[in-house]
C-alpha cells in the first residue's frame, strides 16, 4: 500500500521581542532597562531559551539592531541573519552565524531566510521599526513577546501605528524574569 503524501512542515515567521510593561523596546536613550534580563540572567527562562534555539533556522534584523560591528556579533543561534539595510555589502561570519545584508525590502528578507531556514522557523528579531513594517506588510504568523515587569517611562515604542487587528492567545509562559506571550495573526500574507 503507498504511503499518503504528507506536505513538508511548513515554518513559521514570527516576531520576538522583550517589552516593558508601557510597551517599549528600548529607554529614552536606547538603554536595556533590564529589558533582556529574561534571557542573559543565570537560570532565567532556560527551557524557552532552549526551545528557540532549536526551532529557529534563521534571523531577520534591522540595520541599527544589527549594530556597527564590521564582522557581526556573538550569539548563540549559529544560523543565517538577514540584515535589513540600504547599503549593500558582503556578508560576514563570526562565530557559526553568517550575517547577510538584504537592500531588497522585507519581502526579499522573508525569502531569503525561508529558504535558509527551511522546515524551522524565522525570527524577526528587530528593531521596533522592522517589527511594525513585518505587522503591516502582514507577513508574521505569531508574535512572541516577553512582556517584562518594568515601566520605562518613555524610549523605542513597539506598536506606535500600529493596524487594529485582533490576535489569537496561543500560550502564556511564566518565568522568573517576565512572561512570555504568544499570539497567532490571521493577517499572514504569503510571499
Known sequence: MPTPHRNPPVSRVFLDLAVSLDGFIA?????DGGLHDW?????????????LLGSIGAIILGARAFGTAPDGFDTPYHVPHFILTHHARPSVTRGGAAFHFVTGGIESAVD?????????????AGGADVARQFLHAGLLDEIQLHLVPVLLGGGLPLFRDADPGRLTHVRTVQSAHATHLTYRLSTRKET
Not at 39 to 51: I, W
Not at 112 to 119: E, H, N, S, V
Open 27 to 31: 529607554g529614552p536613550n536606547g538603554e
Open 39 to 51: 534571557y542573559f540572567a543565570p537560570g532565567a527562562a532556560e527551557d524557552l531559551k532552549a526551545e
Open 112 to 124: 531569503q531566510a525561508r529558504a535558509a531556514a527551511g522546515d524551522r522557523d524565522v525570527c524577526v
